[in-house]
């Protein structure tokens, strides 16, 4: 079986792997949407993944809200963002993780785990072939005990502790999904430690719009002993670590008011693709052609 999407790739048109398990629709914006672990298909043919500490539980109603950011980004602008979708259950196949972790023990996966992330890279190299530079977002679900957005940059809490002078002396921003952009952020201003919290970070823009959001201008760093997901394999793989095109963020999205229904879900998708548009345009100088 492929490997990877087979072309040509024509925007807004979904080719998806060969048993139909993850599914890509290329978009015109430089933006990528990807929706790792809300799926719900489980075959019974597909055993269950079996390997030490995996986890099997899905991130609810994720596949639908990434569906709807993607729409209202595309309603918004003209432009849709590139999405990615695992159409698996979890227990089948995890997004975000090494393949032997996402595929457990079933090895018929693996073809399926490769297409995913081809699929993700042909997303990126189309970005970085029409404008250059880029965002991926990956988009999850948490049930932490704090009702707010966790946006993860591969920055762990106790580092989100430090001030932003201590922060970027670190070494911090370096090692995170944003490496480059916190370099090269068209407005200088809004580099370094600035791009994770400051007055025109991503966690600014959701707090104008009335989400919670960490971290942020409100609300820096978690405290010690709250939970906090920092961002997974997606962000590693697919973000500016190692000095790709594309910078990276995961959000950890919790349940009510923005999960938890399908009005919900409408209102967050639009406030998202509004924050979006506004932090593609002051970061990268992205505005959309007509």
């Known amino acids: 079986m492929p490997t990877a999407p087979v072309g040509p790739l024509r925007?807004?048109?979904?080719?998806?792997?060969?048993?139909?398990?993850?599914?890509?629709?290329?978009?015109?914006?430089?933006?990528?949407?990807?929706?790792?672990?809300?799926?719900?298909?489980?075959?019974?043919?597909?055993?269950?993944?079996?390997?030490?500490?995996?986890?099997?539980?899905?991130?609810?109603?994720?596949?639908?809200?990434?569906?709807?950011?993607?729409?209202?980004?595309?309603?918004?602008?003209?432009?849709?963002?590139?999405?990615?979708?695992?159409?698996?259950?979890?227990?089948?196949?995890?997004?975000?993780?090494?393949?032997?972790?996402?595929?457990?023990?079933?090895?018929?996966?693996?073809?399926?785990?490769?297409?995913?992330?081809?699929?993700?890279?042909?997303?990126?190299?189309?970005?970085?072939?029409?404008?250059?530079?880029?965002?991926?977002?990956?988009?999850?679900?948490?049930?932490?005990?704090?009702?707010?957005?966790?946006?993860?940059?591969?920055?762990?809490?106790?580092?989100?502790?430090?001030?932003?002078s201590a922060l970027e002396a670190a070494g911090a921003l370096t090692r995170s999904s944003v490496a480059r952009l916190a370099t090269d952020s068209r407005v200088a201003t809004d580099r370094g430690a600035a791009i994770l919290r400051g007055s025109n970070s991503l966690g600014a823009l959701l707090v104008a719009a009335g989400y919670a959001s960490v971290p942020s201008p409100a609300d820096p760093t978690p405290l010690a002993g709250q939970a906090y997901f920092t961002g997974g394999y997606n962000t590693q793989r697919h973000g500016s670590l190692s000095g790709g095109t594309l910078d990276a963020i995961q959000i950890e999205a919790h349940l009510n008011g923005v999960r938890d229904s399908e009005a919900s879900r409408t209102r967050f998708a639009a406030a998202l693709a509004e924050a979006l548009q506004v932090y593609l345009a002051r970061h990268y100088g992205w505005t959309p052609a007509p």
């Open 11 to 164: 925007a807004g048109v979904t080719v998806t792997d060969a048993p139909g398990y993850v599914e890509y629709t290329p978009g015109t914006a430089p933006l990528v949407l990807i929706a790792p672990h809300g799926g719900t298909q489980s075959p019974a043919t597909l055993t269950d993944r079996s390997c030490s500490g995996c986890t099997t539980v899905n991130d609810l109603n994720t596949q639908d809200l990434a569906r709807a950011i993607a729409a209202a980004f595309a309603a918004r602008t003209g432009h849709a963002p590139h999405l990615v979708v695992n159409r698996l259950h979890r227990r089948k196949f995890d997004g975000n993780r090494e393949r032997a972790e996402a595929v457990g023990s079933n090895r018929m996966l693996d073809t399926t785990w490769l297409w995913f992330h081809a699929a993700l890279d042909s997303a990126r190299a189309r970005v970085t072939a029409q404008q250059g530079r880029g965002l991926v977002i990956d988009l999850h679900g948490h049930a932490h005990e704090v009702p707010r957005l966790e946006l993860g940059y591969l920055i762990d809490d106790a580092e989100l502790r430090l001030t932003n």
